[in-house]
């Protein structure tokens, strides 16, 4: 019996996973994969006014498509992730991403929507690079903006793919040193909000086989809310 198929590889991180059960040779089966064809859509493209007018397109496309009855949002949302992950790419997105949150930051409604979208966006490439960015951008502002701070850790709850040490040191510094930083990270639902994305990316750290790191936040964790034993 033979079959053919055609399929898509893509390379998204390096990760450890402990093995279980090592396969003997008798499980192992190989066969040859050809590779005879890269989409020009994903060639990266170094012309940096070509990219930031690329960027703003879908974000303007995510501003004016409609929030209900219509999938066109989406669409916009993965066109711009779409530009982010194979046009842009890791060496230029911070030159992209970082006029977006100059200070002092727009008011002008427009200028806030875009700001939430694009973080939302860089929070979904899920890169050591990206993560880094954003907590130079948003945590590690001079005026540190609410809304921003509680986005992005809402977003950053959920990741799994990889973790930055420079956002998981910056997170863990705001929650367990926050006299260091400006008022709005101090104040007390922030607070409140850091310390639950820390036990989750404890948990995220735990599964992909880091105890020895989460054991060591959930002790610090605990120690800082006067509790023992939280998650037995």
Known sequence: MQ?????????????Y?????????A????????????????????????????VSGNLTCMRNAPLEGSHERSHCYQDLM??????????KLAEIVKPLYQLPLSRRQRDREDRLNML????????????????????LSPKPNKDLVERLFIASSGFTRAISKHY????????????????????????????MVL??????????GYKLQAEAIV??????LGVHGMFM
């Open 199 to 208: 036990g989750a990316l404890a948990g995220n750290l735990w599964t992909a």
């Open 219 to 224: 002790v610090k964790i605990e120690d800082k």
């Open 17 to 25: 996973s402990p093995s279980q059960a090592p396969p003997t040779d």
């Open 82 to 91: 779409h530009t982010l992950r194979y046009k842009v790419g890791e060496r």
């Open 27 to 54: 499980d192992l089966v190989t066969d040859t994969i050809y590779v005879n064809k890269l989409p020009h859509s994903l060639h990266l493209i170094d012309n940096i006014t070509t990219l930031k007018d690329m």
């Open 3 to 15: 079959t053919v198929s055609d399929g898509q590889l893509t390379f998204v991180r390096e990760m």
């Open 120 to 139: 939302d966006a860089v929070s979904a490439l899920e890169t050591n690079s990206s993560q880094a960015l954003l907590a130079d951008l948003i945590l």
């Open 168 to 195: 998981l040191e910056t997170l863990e510094d705001i929650v367990f040193k926050p006299e260091g930083f400006p008022g709005p990270l101090r104040d007390p639902e922030i607070q409140r909000v850091a310390v």
